[in-house]
């Protein structure tokens, strides 16, 4: 029978298309502090954004930008100082244990460092059980050794891996077998958490092509974390761009790329190193030093570094707003200073 024909078979699939595109993940004013008292590390202070399903959303910005940090806080692996972050439009923070366990196995984490997220005492096969033995899945020593057996030739590694040790394995290896964990629980969602830094830069590019291998077979949404922007150039959908704490700029990754609208993004993008040193390009000079979390700067935090700061720009705190369809800078001078069109 065609759902779509009358009645309640076209609300159904109304309702089907609705939720295929609502976000799957939404973070509205979130925040995270570290320390009590008057002077808090403000590592995350009011960020909001959204990713939608099947999209891989890319989060950049300096080291201690606060980008592991959100990662991390939004799987509720840290708790969240304020605001709400919604799975399926449901604020996560007031599950309780046993319903945020349940919900683990929809979403999960690559994390930064492969020699340190394996337990060097266990066999690879016995660490992917786990996962498996946790939630329940793929009951029986057949079906166990089956998914295993599977879930390493999904990320490039032969059944017989399964019985070695950790320290056997090269770093890309063991960031694949990482890979494999997250994807053990069938996730929809998963946090990659600079899964590349770790790595030799002969290795990155056969995990970035595995990733993104992964991504479309497997329909995943991502939430990628990398300081590489050629890495998020070419694996994201759109980008986040963070500066101590806050979201300088929302936008589509070839948009971002092409015409940055904030300061900081031209900056970022400006230091990245270029494939042809040949290639004419226009440094930008930052001033000072990244002030820290514990006193922010007044007003735009990125305004003590910024080379076309002004007064007001210590008075107000700029809102993120549409600059074009689809993209957003926090920057009061943004129309002014709208790069010229690529």
Partial sequence: MNVIDGGLGAATATAVAADQEAPLIEVRHLKKYFGSGARPVRAVDDVSFEIRRGETLGLVGESGSGKSTIGRTVLRLLERTAGEVRYRGEDIAGFSGERMRRLRSRLQIIFQDPYASLNPKMRIGAILAEALSTHGLHQGRTARERRIAELLE?????PEHASRF???????????IGIAR??????????ADEPLSALDVSIQAQVINLLGDLRERLSLTMLFISHDLDVVEYLC??????YLGKVMEVAPTAALFARPAHPYTRALLAASPKPDPLLPS???VLGDDIPSPVAPPSGCVFRTRCPHA??????TVPPLEEVAPGRFAAC???????????
């Fill in 154 to 158: 999904t990320v490039g590694l032969r």
């Fill in 166 to 176: 950790p320290h056997e394995f090269s770093g890309g290896q063991r960031q694949r």
């Fill in 182 to 191: 997250a994807l053990a629980v069938e996730p929809e969602f998963i946090v």
């Fill in 237 to 242: 959908d759109r980008v986040v761009v963070l």
């Fill in 282 to 284: 226009e440094p930008v």
């Fill in 310 to 315: 002004i007064d007001a720009c210590a008075l």
């Fill in 332 to 342: 009061i001078r943004h129309h002014e200073l709208a790069a010229p069109p690529a």
